[in-house]
């Protein structure tokens, strides 16, 4: 097996860290990491296993001798540095949505289309959370029966906005039950001018608004699907609101299938053997998902299968998976093992 040399940009972060975690617990075969972070980190010290690693500045000569390089520290500086990255020689798998939509650059799901990461120019994107989830579970449905609409509404944890937005609920439910004024800074985004409490609430406003009363998240969803499918004539719609969950982003998802016939058992067998997907569906047991429960776990869970009372070819399901995993670390990971198997 050839050691690769690899970066982790944004090392520090809520999806950094767990890059990291995944690669070790994997087995990646590794000739060297380098953490890397704003000079704002630089020094700090982060350990798995017995192994301690020195957090760096991030500066384009960081990526010399690098094969590997996973960015996960926002849209801007990956604008910034991953081109200095594939000059200097390294396959940059980016988390952020820079170049999601960029028709050079692959948009990819292992279980979905890794037969696109073959004409990669040097940058692979990594899909939006809410995105890789739902495709991930609809993929076995559509090579079976075909999907020509797609209605999601999300219930999104706050560890998909960062490190930040997990302390500013944990902060706020303690200002609550110590009957304190809840300050609200972070959520529903950083640069929002507006910020509204998280505890004890729900925002229906994820990342900022744009075209169409639609926000930057929803249009993330619904242009991401249409990408990663290959198919521009799937209707999606999404509405993506933020909950007081620290991890694991649930989804209640309508699709219509193409195909005439098919049933909730058909769903459910096409589900049952797909890779990634774990169903968890029996009404008479309780035994649904729930995002407690998905925690550090790696695949995405379906439950709540249920065909439409009015719409012959209409099912709605529960889609619950942890953002940070397959949502984001794991799915990089995993499309640096194809890299490799290539
Ligand atoms: P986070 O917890 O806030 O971490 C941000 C990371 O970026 C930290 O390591 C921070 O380092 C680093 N950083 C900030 N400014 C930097 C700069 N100028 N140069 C180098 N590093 C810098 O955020 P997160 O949740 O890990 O998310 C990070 C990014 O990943 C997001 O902005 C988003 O683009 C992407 N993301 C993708 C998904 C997905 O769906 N695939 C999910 C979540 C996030 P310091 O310690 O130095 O501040
Ligand atoms: C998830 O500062 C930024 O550009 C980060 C915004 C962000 C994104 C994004 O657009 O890259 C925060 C959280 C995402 C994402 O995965 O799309």
Not at 158 to 176: K, N, P, T, W, Y
Not at 280 to 288: A, M, R, V
Request: charge should be negative.
């Amino acid at each position: 097996m050839i050691m690769k040399n690899i970066a982790i940009v944004g090392a520090t972060g809520a999806v950094g860290t767990k890059i990291l975690e995944k690669l070790v617990e994997r087995n990646f075969p590794m000739q060297s990491v380098k953490l890397l972070a704003s000079a704002r980190s630089a020094g700090t010290e982060i350990k798995v296993g017995d192994q301690t690693y020195i957090v760096e500045e991030t500066v384009p000569e960081s990526f010399e001798s690098v094969d590997i390089a996973f960015f996960s520290a926002g849209g801007s500086v990956s604008q910034k540095f991953a081109k200095e990255a594939v000059a200097r020689g390294a396959i940059v798998i980016d988390n952020t949505s820079a170049f999601r939509m960029d028709p050079e650059t692959p948009l990819v799901v292992p279980e979905v289309n890794p037969h696109t990461l073959q004409k990669h120019q040097g940058i692979i994107a990594n899909p939006n959370c809410s995105t890789i989830q739902m495709v991930a579970a609809l993929q076995p449905i559509r090579e079976k029966f075909g999907l020509k609409r797609i209605i999601v509404s999300t219930y999104q944890a706050v560890s998909g906005a960062g490190a930040e937005a997990i302390d500013e609920l944990q902060e706020q439910s303690r200002q609550f039950s110590d009957r304190k004024n809840i300050e609200a800074a972070i959520l529903p985004s950083a640069s929002a001018e507006k910020h509204y409490p998280i505890a004890f609430n729900a925002i229906p406003q994820i990342d900022m608004f744009g075209e169409a009363g639609y926000t930057l998240e929803e249009w993330k969803m619904m242009n991401e699907t249409k990408k990663i499918f290959g198919d521009d004539s799937i209707a999606v719609s999404a509405t993506c609101v933020r909950l007081p969950v620290v991890s694991g982003h649930s989804e209640s998802v309508y699709i219509e299938v193409e195909k005439e016939g098919v049933t909730v058992e058909d769903l459910h067998q096409a589900m049952a053997g797909a890779p990634g997907v774990t169903l968890q569906d029996d009404p008479s047991t309780q035994f649904y998902p729930m995002p407690l429960f998905a925690e550090d776990e790696d695949d995405v869970f379906v439950g709540r299968v249920r065909k439409d009372p009015n719409e012959a070819k209409g099912f709605h399901m529960w889609i619950v998976s942890d953002n940070l995993l397959k949502g984001a670390a794991l799915n990089s990971v995993q499309i640096a093992e194809k890299l490799l198997e290539r």
